[in-house]
């Protein structure tokens, strides 16, 4: 099990300090009810990743698993196509930063969530962990790595838990930490969220290349 949670730690950090958690939570605790939204919106994440890590592993399940002379070549395959798409993305991500004195756009619908209310929060923290592409293709190489280390039900479901806790350390953890502490957690929150919209294609395009390299490294051990 130690084995498996290594594997996976790349990929939940890659979402966890990637830049649509950072900044989505810093929005959220500058909302009018920033401790009733921001707890919405964590809470929803969590159910969202929960869910989106159990579909995607559902799926790798279902296919029919191969043997010596018909291997699941499918899983390299797999891993080799979303390696390369996540290396081109991250070149498209370099060559449309910001560059000189020109400042950074931050995603319209990111600028959106500053007037999420406590009520909506919740769908909102679900649909931006569950329904981001992004999200999908850092997550289906993990429920393609449960498949591969033949892991039981009950492996699974602690794997899915550990992966979904690690992928929502930056949520969670502002979240809480404004509880305690707000006005010095907003300075932080504040901070991170002026860096991460300034660096913001840099920051992706170094999460978006490590996982590339990852998958196509697992691809072609794979084959």
Do not use: C
């Amino acid at each position: 099990m130690q084995e498996v949670v290594g594997s996976l730690l790349p990929f939940a950090m890659a979402i966890a300090l990637g830049p649509i958690p950072i900044i989505a939570i810093a929005l959220m605790l500058q909302t009018p009810a920033p401790g009733r939204t921001s707890a919405g919106f964590a809470a929803g994440w969590l159910v969202g990743m929960a869910i989106l890590v159990a579909v995607l592993t559902a799926i790798a399940a279902a296919v029919p698993e191969g043997d010596a002379e018909h291997p699941r070549h499918w899983i390299a395959v797999v891993q080799l196509v979303l390696g390369l798409l996540l290396i081109l993305l991250a070149a498209k991500k370099i060559a449309t930063r910001p560059t000189g004195d020109a400042e950074a756009e931050m995603p319209t619908f990111l600028g959106k969530l500053a007037q999420t209310t406590p009520g909506r929060s919740p769908l909102v923290g679900f649909a931006a962990a569950a329904v981001n592409p992004k999200h999908i293709a850092f997550v289906l190489p993990v429920g393609t790595l449960f498949v591969d280390y033949g892991l039981s039900t009950g492996q699974v479901g602690l794997a899915i838990a550990i992966f979904t806790v690690l992928a929502s350390l930056t949520v969670i953890g502002p979240t809480i930490a404004w509880q305690v502490a707000p006005e010095r957690v907003g300075r932080i929150v504040d901070a991170a969220f002026a860096w991460m919209v300034r660096n913001m294609n840099v920051v992706s395009a170094a999460v978006l290349l490590l996982i590339g390299v990852n998958a196509i490294g697992k691809g072609i051990a794979n084959f």
